[in-house]
């Protein structure tokens, strides 16, 4: 192994566990214990960078992990949709939301695209392809749906079809040329639930 990159998405937040469009609010506490329940699992890292989000640098403090902040981690900005839960866009702007779904070039809310997203993320993956080591990425599905696709050569329009869900893990190997997908949306561990009967 020349390098290996493993990105973490950060915890859930209130907003989000509504429905809503990401918006730069705190995680959830009950996230970030899962978070804290997971730091004995991480391998060592050379590098830890975290999105510039509350929410992903929050993850990496409950994960131990003293990270540097990456631009290129960022969420997808959501512009004025941003903080609104789906549902309610969909009922005011149905025709908008129909070509965010649909266009990967499309930004009808103002913010970025999921192209723009995924133009960053290939700068970020093709970027550590020389690098030696592993590095940790704490960050967000949208980026990591589209680093997925990058390494895999895989339409944009496949984005919709890849879950990631908080607090998982994906990892990627290279060989100092090109990335390869070694493991995809792997939970992290959670505590276990005790039975009274």
Same mark, same amino acid.
């Given at each position: 192994m020349h390098g290996r990159l493993t990105m973490i998405c950060s915890g859930i937040t209130a907003?989000?566990?509504?429905?809503?469009f990401p918006s730069d609010e705190p995680a959830e506490a009950k996230s970030l214990a899962l978070a804290e329940a997971m730091r004995a699992t991480l391998p060592h890292a050379d590098r830890v960078w975290s999105a510039p989000a509350l929410r992903a640098r929050q993850t990496a403090e409950a994960l131990a992990l003293k990270a540097s902040v990456e631009?290129?981690?960022?969420d997808q900005d959501f512009g004025r949709w941003a903080g609104r839960r789906l549902e309610d866009?969909?009922?005011?702007?149905?025709e908008a939301v129909a070509a965010? *779904?649909?266009?990967?070039?499309?930004?009808?809310?103002?913010?970025? %695209?999921?192209? &723009?997203?995924?133009?960053?993320?290939?700068?970020?993956?093709d970027g550590l392809v020389a690098e030696r080591g592993h590095t940790i990425a704490l960050t967000?599905?949208?980026?990591?749906?589209t680093a997925i696709l990058h390494v895999l050569g895989a339409? *944009?329009?496949?984005?919709?079809?890849?879950?990631?869900?908080?607090? %998982?893990?994906? &990892?990627?190997r290279n060989d100092g040329r090109r990335w390869v997908l070694r493991a995809c949306g792997v939970p992290g561990p959670r505590p276990a639930i005790s039975r009274q009967g």
């Open positions: 907003g989000t566990r509504r429905g809503a631009p290129l981690l960022a866009v969909q009922a005011a702007e149905s965010w *779904l649909t266009n990967p070039d499309a930004a009808p809310h103002g913010g970025e %695209s999921l192209a &723009d997203v995924a133009r960053r993320a290939s700068r970020m993956v967000h599905a949208s980026v990591i749906r339409p *944009l329009a496949a984005s919709l079809k890849i879950d990631i869900e908080p607090l %998982s893990i994906t &990892d990627f």
